[in-house]
């Protein structure tokens, strides 16, 4: 499908948040190996909720996210007994093998929703703060292309040498973000965008990389650096400091 075709598809609903029917996907089909725990990583307990609970509950607390739809894996047996499994606000759907078959799925649910916009937000991103939410929807409202929620990289960044743990060279960093979640696109056009990728066998990190390679440009919202993704032991811990700064500051 050409880049015009993918455009005159896509949703030409843009308006306010008030007026739209913004749907969140959370694709938690993996099952997190290099957290070295006996559980996937978010139904890790940080006080009395999971790290995927913290999840739903910051999508939910804005008024413009309608309904969130969790991508399980088919031998998933703890999202149910979850308290957030009750929220009418919240389905589930079967994820896959990789992320993107989750998101998929999702889409596919999404679209019987009638959803105008899809938020998609990692399952173990539990700090998302509700300003860089708000200001990631009302920032993308503007633009038909999307965006996502990112932040300007500040360390020195090296290039290794293929193959070897030894520095290339020092790569330019004032162009470079970090990417983050949530990803925010109107739905009808990360659908297709991420069909045609799929048809030519295009590896996607994230759901941006499936625009890119339709030859969109989404939109890079700076956001918040305690917006962790906890993949390793470590990141635990520092959740918990940011979760328990952020309930101890509102």
């Not at 995927?52 to 149910?80: C, G, K, M, N, W």
């Not at 973000?177 to 990360?190: R, S």
Request: net charge negative.
């Amino acid at each position: 499908m050409s880049h015009a075709a993918i455009r005159a598809n896509s949703s030409d609903h843009f308006s306010d948040p008030d007026s739209l029917n913004i749907v969140a996907i959370l694709p938690a089909a993996g099952i997190g190996s290099r957290m070295q725990a006996d559980c996937p990583k978010q139904y890790l307990s940080i006080g009395n909720k999971t790290i995927i609970e913290y999840a739903i509950d910051a999508l939910l607390s804005h008024a413009a996210v309608r309904h969130v739809i969790v991508a399980l894996s088919p031998q998933d047996t703890l999202f149910s007994s979850l308290p957030i499994a009750s929220d009418k606000r919240v389905s589930t759907v079967i994820g896959g093998a990789e992320r993107s078959d989750s998101v998929l799925a999702g889409l596919n649910q999404a679209k019987t929703m009638n959803a105008d916009w899809v938020l998609v937000h990692d399952a173990a991103r539990p700090c998302l703060a509700y300003a860089d939410l708000d200001n990631l929807i009302q920032s993308v409202l503007k633009v038909k292309q999307g965006g996502i929620l990112a932040m300007p990289v500040k360390d020195t960044m090296k290039r290794a040498v293929i193959g070897e743990p030894m520095i290339s060279h020092t790569v330019e960093r004032s162009a470079l973000w970090h990417a983050l979640t949530p990803q925010m696109f109107p739905l009808a056009l990360l659908y297709e965008c991420m069909n045609r990728a799929y048809a030519e066998n295009v590896t996607l990190t994230d759901e941006a990389s499936a625009l890119e390679h339709c030859g969109f440009h989404p939109l890079l919202v700076s956001g918040r650096s305690d917006n962790i993704k906890v993949t390793r032991p470590e990141d635990l811990a520092l959740a918990t400091f940011y979760l328990t700064h952020h309930l101890s500051t509102h």
